[in-house]
């Protein structure tokens, strides 16, 4: 019977095709639209995790000043190279740490300049970073100790400045600063938040503090803890020290701020899976849409074949027959809606991740959910004009013109 039903479902759609593809038309836009809104959104989830990934390994930053939100912080001490040698020394779970202190510098070169941020630092900064040298070589311990007058250029800083040229053993200034350059690093790209990583010049920390700054301050510190090392017990141990370090009572709040990369991570991803659900929420209206398209054409295919009814109700087929025929020509109608936007689905993905620049990332589960979606809204947009046809009375039915 299901098979009978199946053929003259073909037959009614094959009769008529433009009607039918007008019908799945609403079906196939909510299909493709969920499942491309899902899509993109899990592509962006996955280039959030693995930008931030990249920035270090259970990486804790920590900063003078409290939040105060809009980007504001309150006005607090800087940090000072004993509290670095301090965590170095007391925290356990410490495999890395590079004290940064950075400023806006332009930097020139022959008739090129480009502004850009010069950040005083050592080479633990490349470990805590997973930054790789794409040519050259790190800083020696003489230049670190003395304050030599090299540098690191970034991808950007290196593409801006020297374009095809091999920038090794040239001379740029930094400012007033005039320094050789021993290296370029790899490209990490735009950073989550737009911010390109790559646009920075890295010199040794004493250089930066007597030759730029003018004095001893530390603005930031990266901390990389060990694999297998609770980043949450060594964040807890951090504040322990320096508040000890930075003479804070009981009774006040911390001068300073200690920010896990997993926590921003998680609170990143979670708000693209929001926004995605929302998406695709919003786009999965317009399957009801397509259902109701597909219940209004059945109600019309139900009135122009009453008399087909009542001949088959006359001759001896069952309500629940006549009920399966209709029944099976709007899921049919839906399927072949459904798959027709799964194929429309997966071209209009694989384009919007190209145009985003975001990983195009296929979930199978969101593919197959939305087809038996699709499937659904046949059945239940398709049950009440075949129930319609199935209780038709035989005798009115042969007499409609």
Not at 130 to 156: Q, Y
Not at 273 to 295: E, K, P, R
Request: glycine letters at 10%; one cysteine or more.
């Amino acid at each position: 019977m299901l098979y009978n039903a199946f053929r003259l479902a073909l037959h009614e759609i094959r009769r008529n095709v433009m009607r039918s593809l007008l019908t799945i038309l609403g079906v196939v836009i909510g299909v493709a639209a969920v499942i491309t809104m899902v899509t993109i959104g899990g592509g962006a989830t996955v280039q959030v995790t693995e930008q931030i990934a990249s920035l270090g390994t259970n990486l804790l930053i920590i900063t003078p000043g409290q939040r105060m939100g809009m980007g504001q912080r309150a006005a607090a001490p800087p940090f000072e190279m004993d509290d670095v040698d301090a965590m170095g020394r007391e925290i356990g779970a410490v495999a890395a740490i590079a004290p940064i202190s950075s400023r806006p510098v332009t930097t020139i070169f022959g008739n090129a300049n480009w502004s850009t941020t010069v950040m005083g630092t050592d080479n633990q900064y490349l470990k805590v970073g997973n930054w790789a040298l794409e040519m050259g070589r790190e800083f020696t311990d003489s230049e670190l100790r003395a304050g030599g007058a090299v540098c690191i250029l970034g991808a950007t800083v290196r593409r801006e400045l020297f374009g095809n040229q091999d920038a090794l053993g040239s001379k740029i200034r930094l400012g007033k600063l005039s320094c050789q350059v021993i290296g370029s690093l790899h490209s990490k790209g735009q950073s989550t938040i737009g911010r390109d990583r790559d646009d920075a010049v890295l010199i040794p920390l004493r250089t930066f503090q007597r030759r730029l700054a003018g004095n001893q301050d530390i603005g930031l510190i990266q901390v990389s803890i060990q694999r297998g090392a609770s980043t949450a017990r060594a964040e807890q141990d951090i504040k322990e020290l320096m508040r000890k370090r930075r003479h804070i009572s009981a009774s006040e709040d911390d001068d300073f701020t200690v920010m896990d990369l997993k926590d921003i991570t998680k609170m990143l991803t979670g708000t693209t899976q929001v926004l995605t659900g929302l998406l695709g929420a919003v786009a999965a209206v317009s399957l009801l849409v397509g259902g109701i398209g597909i219940m209004n054409i059945m109600l019309v295919s139900v009135t122009e074949r009453t008399r087909e009814i009542g001949i088959r109700l006359a001759v001896g087929a069952l309500e629940r027959e006549v009920l399966t025929q209709f029944l099976v020509e709007a899921i049919v109608l839906s399927s072949f809606g459904g798959a027709a936007g799964v194929v429309l689905a997966l071209v209009a993905s694989v384009l919007a991740a190209k145009a985003l620049s975001v990983p195009f990332v296929l979930n199978v589960g969101i593919v197959i959910v939305g087809f038996l979606f699709s499937v659904g809204v046949g059945v239940v947009f398709g049950y009440f004009p075949a129930r319609k046809a199935a209780r038709m009375d035989p005798i009115e039915a042969l007499r409609h013109e």
